[in-house]
Nanobody
Framework: QVQLVESGGGVVQTGGSLRLSCAAS????????MAWFRRAPGKEREFVAA????????DYTESVNGRFTISRDSAKNTVYLQMNSLKPDDTAVYYC????????????WGQGTQVTVSS
């Protein structure tokens, strides 16, 4: 089992920045890929960004490309999401996820952290 704990959410004005953290514990040696998803009010959960545990590959949804950066610190078993130039549309609960396979079938999820961008 892998446990994930997110932190770093909050309220920020349009154009501001936040950095989310996701600390992994447990059988972290099984992790192949980690990702961030988000769910805005009244909308379905959507993929935001992903990174392989080795850090060799990153992937972003188009709406955040150029504004958000995913990174990981393998020594700390932590993945980060640096969010810049935030917009009200970025308001959502952000979830960290992990998978042990290459198909991005995420089996492990954090509890979520709220990000609110005020206009």
């Amino acid at each position: 089992q892998v446990q994930l704990v997110e932190s770093g959410g909050g309220v920020v004005q349009t154009g501001g920045s936040l950095r989310l953290s996701c600390a992994a514990s447990g059988r972290t040696f099984n992790i192949y890929d980690m990702a961030w998803f988000r769910r805005a009010p009244g909308k379905e959960r959507e993929f935001v960004a992903a990174i392989t545990w080795t850090g060799t590959t990153e992937d972003y949804t188009e709406s955040v490309n150029g504004r958000f950066t995913i990174s990981r610190d393998s020594a700390k078993n932590t993945v980060y999401l640096q969010m810049n130039s935030l917009k009200p549309d970025d308001t959502a609960v952000y979830y960290c996820a992990a998978t042990s396979d290459t198909l991005r079938s995420y089996s492990y999820w954090g509890q979520g952290t709220q990000v609110t961008v005020s206009s």
